[in-house]
């Protein structure tokens, strides 16, 4: 499966200049793909290799690689094998820590999320807290380019196919670190 975030919205949220921290709120639309191994096993999603897209209805064409999984906004799925959208938020995303529950307490029964069927986080049973850890901007912002990480923990909600939630254990935890630079502008 291959699986395309888009920001829904605006962000909202607070950055402190000084110390460097980010607390955000960034709905999102997880766009979801049935693509089984169409462009490799390691690979769900058409990747940009070579600077041209490996793959889906712009095989060939010229792209910019993202990340060390070589994805691209240029290279998308096939839109036959689009299958609907999950809503997911985070928040927060934040340069401190995330955690679920949310309140960083310690899940006696394995629940995380509401309505999650099987317990634990990331196909480990006994796991009863999800905790992912953000990077303030050293030095704080400003003008010139920072280096921060933001991380949040959230909640995937059930897709509504039987199919997709049973396999991918929907409804349950998500988490997420991306790493970036930050740059105020006037």
């Known amino acids: ?97 995330a955690t679920l529950p949310a309140d960083a307490s310690v899940s006696t029964d394995g629940i995380l999320c509401p309505a999650q069927v099987t317990t634990g986080a990331f196909g480990v049973w006994n796991a009863r807290r999800v905790v992912e850890q953000g990077v303030p901007a050293i030095g704080g912002l400003g003008p010139s380019p920072a280096v921060t990480v933001l991380a949040s923990v959230f909640c995937i909600p059930r897709t509504g196919n039987i199919l997709i939630d049973g396999s991918a254990n929907f409804p349950g935890p998500g988490a997420m670190n991306l790493l970036g630079t930050v740059t105020l502008l006037p």
């Open 1 to 97: 499966m291959c699986v395309l975030n888009v920001v829904e919205s605006d962000a909202d949220g607070v950055a402190e200049i000084s110390t460097g921290e980010i607390r955000l709120r960034v709905p999102l639309s997880s766009r979801l793909h049935l693509t089984g191994h169409d462009f490799g096993v390691d690979a769900p999603c058409p990747v940009c290799a070579g600077g041209a897209c490996s793959g889906g209805p712009n095989e060939g064409m010229p792209c910019t690689a993202v990340g060390v999984d070589a994805t691209s906004l240029d290279c998308p799925p096939f839109g036959y094998q689009f299958l609907g959208s999950l809503s997911v938020a985070l928040d927060p995303l934040t340069t401190g820590r």
